[in-house]
């Protein structure tokens, strides 16, 4: 079975903090993802990378930073954090081949006050 | 128009009923199909693959429809713990640099199944 563990499942941050969530999977994927999920609007991509070191934006990449130095860790960072980035936010993997499903970590819920 | 549309529901059905749920997509393109389950504040998960000609896991049914660009999911023989989000996930298409897919999920369609 493929694990994707996030580091946390809830984190409490305030207005101006930067704010790193990391991301390991033990699958040897080459594609992981960011999304965050919000009422009403669904999972919304981050970031995704294909490779270490190698990333590229996806539909919201405003206010966030990522980084991959090693194949099975992705870390998603929040230069400086606001109150609209309160969300849940979820990390994804997948094989470097076409057709396949994306599996996800169960998920951090953060609050910025 | 959305990629992927879905009704939100929620459905709430009986236990034992026979529940489908369907989704729609814009890009004819498209080139795979999934339906992922979502437990109330936890990740998505992998239901099951859409295929072609269509493939049944258990109580669970996936159809595809290319000309009309929708996919179905039926449940059949309803339980309690059916009772989920139910995302409808399309990949587009677009092959990253490194091999696999991005995909575009719906918003989901909430089941509620009750006694």
């Known amino acids: 079975d493929v694990k994707v563990t996030q580091s946390s499942r809830y984190l409490v941050k305030r207005t101006g903090e930067k704010v790193f969530l990391e991301c390991v999977q033990d699958?040897?994927?080459?594609?992981m993802f960011w999304y965050r999920q919000d009422p009403g609007l669904g999972l919304r991509l981050i970031y995704f990378s294909y490779d270490v070191k190698m990333k590229e934006k996806g539909d919201i990449p405003e206010g966030y930073s990522v980084s991959r130095e090693k194949k099975e860790r992705f870390s998603l960072i929040l230069e400086s954090a606001s109150t609209n980035q309160t969300s849940m936010y979820l990390c994804?993997?997948?094989?470097?081949?076409?057709?396949?499903?994306?599996?996800f970590g169960d998920g951090t819920r953060l609050s910025i006050l | 128009r959305k990629e992927v549309e879905q009704d939100p529901g929620p459905f709430n059905v009986p236990e034992g009923a026979t529940v489908a749920f369907n989704c729609t997509y814009s890009n004819s393109a498209s080139q795979s199909f999934f339906w992922y389950r979502q437990d109330c504040r936890k990740e998505p998960k992998l239901l099951m693959s859409?295929?072609?000609s269509g493939n049944e896991d258990g109580r669970f049914t996936a159809q595809l429809n290319r000309a009309s660009q929708y996919i179905s999911l039926l449940i059949r023989d309803s339980k309690l713990s059916d009772s989920a989000t139910y995302l409808c996930v399309v990949n587009p298409g677009r092959i990253l640099t490194g091999g696999g897919n991005k995909l575009t999920f719906g918003t989901g369609t909430q089941l509620k199944v009750e006694l």
């Open positions: 859409v295929y072609s």
């Open positions: 699958m040897d994927h080459e594609n």
């Open positions: 994804a993997s997948s094989p470097g081949q076409v057709h396949q499903p994306q599996h």
